[in-house]
């Protein structure tokens, strides 16, 4: 399976992005996508992530309420909408996927909020 991610950039405090996260191959086998990230000299963090078939979303309590994540099935795409992005919303954002053959990263894409 391959992610590819897009939609990152720089953002003033209180505004919106929308980040999009396709994946090619064996996406039969994925069970779940979502998003993570990772701000500077942090670990890695679980933002969101949603069930491929039913569609299940869970969100970590820092983005409740801001941040929405939804898939199209018919184009194995997930996305990230963000809204009231905080400068502590500054990080790299990474997609990832799991499935039955395992777990898949994509190369991550830089979000940055000024204030």
């Known amino acids: 399976v391959q992610l590819v991610e897009s939609g990152g950039g720089l953002v003033q405090a209180g505004g919106s992005l929308r980040l999009s996260c396709a994946a090619s191959?064996?996406?039969?086998?994925?069970?779940?996508m979502g998003w993570y990230r990772q701000a500077p000299g942090q670990q890695r963090e679980e933002v969101a992530d949603?069930?491929?078939?039913?569609?299940?979303?869970n969100y970590a309590d820092f983005v409740k309420g801001r941040f929405t994540i939804s898939r199209d099935k018919s184009k194995n795409t997930v996305y990230l909408q963000m809204n009231s992005l905080k400068p502590e919303d500054t990080a790299v954002y990474y997609c990832?996927?799991?499935?039955?053959?395992?777990?898949?990263w994509g190369q991550g894409t830089q979000v940055t909020v000024s204030s």
């Open positions: 191959g064996s996406t039969f086998s994925l069970n779940a």
């Open positions: 990832h996927a799991g499935g039955f053959f395992g777990d898949y």
């Open positions: 949603i069930t491929t078939e039913s569609g299940y979303t």
